[in-house]
Each structure stands twice: as structure tokens, then as C-alpha cells.
């Protein structure tokens, strides 16, 4: 459940740098431009990562306590 919520929560980050305003450095200064975009891809592809890795967790979980793990 961790996974899924880091992950959502990084991917939403990631998108803000493709936002006219960027990604929020401090409550005043906020990063923009071809370096935001950059690191916003990377958590975007880190976010993406996380989400799976939580999915796959639930899905274990799930298929342990359903009976159907081999």
C-alpha cells in the first residue's frame, strides 16, 4: 500500500515540472524550465516504478491470503 501512494504521490510531482510554474523548490522559488522537465521524467519513471512494486505487493498478498499462491 506504501508503494501505491509514493508512487501516485512522485508521479503527480513529476507532472507539475511540465506545469507553467514547475516544480516547487521552496515556498518562493519554484524550478523551471528543461532541467524541471528532466527530473520531472524521472519521477515520473520512479513513480511508475513505485506503483508497480505496489501493485504486485497487493496482488501477492492478495493471491497468499485467497489460497492461491503456489
Known amino acids: 500500500m506504501l508503494g501505491i501512494i ?3 504521490i512522485t508521479i503527480l510531482l513529476g507532472l507539475k515540472a511540465f506545469t507553467p510554474k514547475g ?3 521552496t515556498k518562493t522559488k ?3 524550465g528543461t532541467g524541471a522537465k528532466v527530473i520531472g521524467v524521472v519521477c515520473v519513471l520512479l513513480g511508475a516504478f513505485f506503483l508497480f512494486d505496489g501493485v504486485m505487493a ?4 492478495v ?4 489460497g492461491t499462491a503456489r
Open 6 to 8: 509514493l508512487g501516485v
Open 23 to 25: 516544480i516547487p523548490l
Open 30 to 32: 519554484n524550478l523551471t
Open 58 to 61: 497487493a496482488v501477492n498478498v
Open 63 to 66: 493471491n497468499r491470503v485467497g
